[in-house]
């Protein structure tokens, strides 16, 4: 390896190494905030309890609650059963029980969750994984990649993608 593919590999890593870290800050939101949109979003108690804590451990990040709670407007049981459902993959029973509800209910709330994010109300776990992954984990990576790249173009030395160039 010559010098100048040395050099563009070792940039390469570089910038995909700050890439992935900086995913993990993106992701996360300061408690405060994270206890205002549990406010917006109507939950308290139990609920609310069991959101935090899967925020802590990161089952589920702080920018997808954001979302959830802005972008689709979820709130209230709604938004704690799609989370505890869908996202924390949680049995309807125990979701239902923590939200004070019976199972029946709790299937109905979540179907209109569902619908209310674009799925199909009775959408197969695949599809309800593909959604979370696309709209509550990428937007963030997908805003980091743009915002990598633009600073990639920046320093001059870097081929936006579709065009090519020799490295001799």
Known sequence: MDETTTTLTDDLYVAVRRY???LDESRHLPQARIAAL???GNLDGEPAAAIRAAIERGALYGAGL???VGRHALGGNELALFIMRDVLAWPVA?????????????RKRIAAARSRVGLAADAARATVGQ???????????RALQLQLFQH??????RVPPG?????S
């Open 163 to 167: 065009e090519s160039k020799e490295i």
């Open 94 to 106: 125990d979701a239902a029980r923590v939200c004070g509800t019976d199972a029946r209910t709790a």
């Open 20 to 22: 992935l870290a900086s």
């Open 66 to 68: 954001r979302d959830l």
């Open 38 to 40: 549990l406010r917006i």
């Open 131 to 141: 959604w979370l992954v696309t709209e509550l984990i990428a937007p963030p990576t």
């Open 152 to 157: 990639s173009m920046m320093s001059g030395d």
